[in-house]
């Protein structure tokens, strides 16, 4: 009786296994890297100015924008873009699809242009980039971001003369972001034993890391691409001996599905 009734089920598992072979195999999702297509093109965008990309061998926007995962038709949110170095590679590699909301207060002088705007008006190359004015409580995007981004500028929310509660803006964020979205944050680290500096520009990673995490995000990972053991954390960034080379950390949070 047992062979009898093992017959039709080792034929059933044979042609399960059969049928299972013929099947054609589901390929991994390919890693994004500095060498992806949409990210090795935003680099070598010829719209970008030499300004920005003489600045590539310390900055490494391709490895940058790989570790932030940014994909094409991405909805990206920059805080506090400045002079936008880093907002023209995200556009490109967006793309057409995809959009860069700058998020940023006034400008320190009042009826001067944003330091960006130049980027705003070049509507041949950077039409996929649109202004948010923000105090950094709430981030008013018209859509839900797949990835909030700010580079070297986070110490900036710790400024006395900016007023910010930093578990606010970095709630603000997480309320911003969809859910799986990922947050990527970019500073100068500051000298050991010292977790934020305003004179110099600097803060330390592990306070960055406590504070996001507080706001809800899961810690993914950390890059050290921009790490320089050389700088010791005590010169202002804009030092001439350390301008363009101060030890860089790049953290990845991820806002929960």
């Known amino acids: 009786m047992r062979k009898t ?13 059969s049928a299972c072979a013929m099947e054609p195999a589901i ?55 400045t002079a936008g170095y880093i907002t023209r590679v995200l556009s490109k590699a967006v793309g057409p699809t995809g959009h860069v909301y ?13 330091p960006f705007q130049t980027i705003l008006d070049d509507k041949a190359n950077y039409a996929n980039t649109s202004f948010i004015l923000t105090d950094f409580k709430t981030l008013v995007a018209p859509e839900p971001l797949d990835l909030v981004w700010t ?15 930093i578990n606010l803006a970095n709630k603000a964020v997480f309320n911003a972001l969809k859910p799986g979205g990922l947050y990527i944050v970019l500073d100068h680290q500051s000298a050991k034993g010292t977790d934020f500096s305003a004179d110099l520009h600097r803060i330390d990673m592990a306070r960055v ?17 921009l790490d320089n053991p050389a700088d010791d954390g005590t010169k202002m960034v804009f030092d001439a001996a350390i301008r363009g080379k101060t030890d860089q950390f790049i953290l990845k949070f991820r806002r929960p599905a």
């Not at 009734?5 to 296994?17: E, Q």
């Not at 580079?151 to 509660?165: A, E, F, T, V």
């Open 151 to 165: 580079s070297q500028n986070y110490h900036d929310l710790h400024n006395p003369g900016r007023n910010i509660d």
């Open 27 to 81: 390929a991994p999702a390919a890693k994004i890297t500095a060498s992806s297509p949409h990210i090795a093109a935003a680099v070598a965008d010829a719209a970008r100015p030499a300004a920005d990309t003489e600045r590539d061998v310390n900055r490494k926007p391709g490895e940058m924008l790989a570790f932030g995962e940014v994909q094409p038709g991405d909805k990206i949110g920059e805080l506090i873009p």
């Open 5 to 17: 009734l093992m017959r039709p089920m080792a034929l059933a598992l044979l042609l399960g296994v």
């Open 209 to 225: 890391k406590a504070e996001v995490i507080a706001a809800g995000f899961e810690f993914v990972e950390e890059s050290f691409v």
């Open 102 to 114: 700058l998020f940023s207060g006034p400008p320190r002088q009042a009826g001067q242009p944003q």
